[in-house]
């Protein structure tokens, strides 16, 4: 049995003031909240409801208010990205420098894998958010927001501002492996086409690819965001590949269903959905 007069003299109010403001509640609500007897009062279902449902609130608010403080200055913690290894040169420092600017507290890792092993990452829990071109659907995971990307032939800077797919395949080629999502572009590219594939060099290693075409070795690809691209790199060019089937390709940012984060990993993924949508302008 509960008291309103008890709870008057904990409170410091009058057992009328108390007694006007829970009717009020009751005829908002259309229910009665107490069973009102000569010894005091008990909660009814709706009240037993009301009670839980307010220390929830109350439990979040406090979560809330730790929250703000971490936030007022501090901004400490732990955020794990993984990324596909095709969006690490020239869109990754872009999206990410403005972030490690602002929270320079924030410790940040990044973990470059296959596409497809990036959103098994995320949904194992072994990143807080990924950056993938893993074609849909995507099962396990939420995809927050995407951006295309453009397939260009990589190729020595000699002045070309294009080259025919049938230059290209003429050519040398230096592929990467399969499991990158830039092979199965130049795969269907190749069988559309009716040509064949036969690449002098496959890697797993974007960067030496780039190297071996720089040294003159053939011609390779390299998927760019339009918006973050400044050029292939000395002694290189990207082109596009005239009348070329190309499919398209679209960097995914991807998060975990239904799981609760840390401050540091939602403030980064809102740095990066305000990114994405800054690209799609």
């Not at 390299?222 to 005239?242: D, H, N, Q, Y």
């Not at 990993?265 to 305000?274: G, N, Q």
Request: aromatic share 4%; with cysteine; hydrophobic share 45%.
């Amino acid at each position: 049995m509960g008291s309103i007069r008890r709870a008057a003299e904990a409170l410091n109010v009058s057992a009328s003031a108390i007694d006007k403001q829970l009717l009020r509640a009751e005829e908002e609500l259309g229910v009665p909240l107490f069973e009102r007897h000569p010894r005091g009062v008990r909660l009814t279902s709706a009240g037993e409801l009301l009670m839980y449902r307010m220390r929830s609130w109350q439990k979040d608010m406090r979560t809330v208010a730790s929250e703000i403080e971490e936030l007022k200055g501090l901004r400490r913690g732990e955020v794990r990205i993984a990324v596909s290894r095709e969006a690490v040169s020239g869109f990754l420092p872009k999206a990410l420098s403005g972030f490690l600017r602002e929270n320079p507290r924030v410790a940040t890792s990044v973990r470059v894998a296959e596409s497809d092993r990036v959103r098994q990452m995320v949904i194992e829990g072994e990143a807080d958010f990924g950056l993938t071109f893993s074609p849909r659907p995507l099962p396990g995971v939420s995809v927050l927001r995407e951006v295309p990307f453009r397939v260009l032939a990589l190729v020595p800077d000699d002045g070309r501002r294009s080259v025919t797919l049938e230059r290209f395949f003429s050519r040398p080629i230096l592929v990467p492996d399969a499991a990158s999502h830039l092979r199965d572009v130049l795969d269907i590219a190749a069988a559309k086409a009716g040509m064949e594939l036969a690449p002098v060099l496959t890697t797993n290693s974007l960067e030496l690819l780039h190297q071996m075409v720089r040294e003159g070795c053939g011609h390779g690809v390299i998927a760019v965001c339009p918006g973050t691209f400044e050029g292939a790199g000395e002694r290189l060019s990207a082109v596009p590949l005239r009348a070329a089937p190309l499919p398209a390709l679209s960097l995914a940012l991807i998060t975990p269903r239904d799981t609760s984060t840390a401050l540091s990993s939602v403030l980064a993924k809102r740095h990066f959905e305000e990114f994405f949508d800054a690209l799609k302008g």
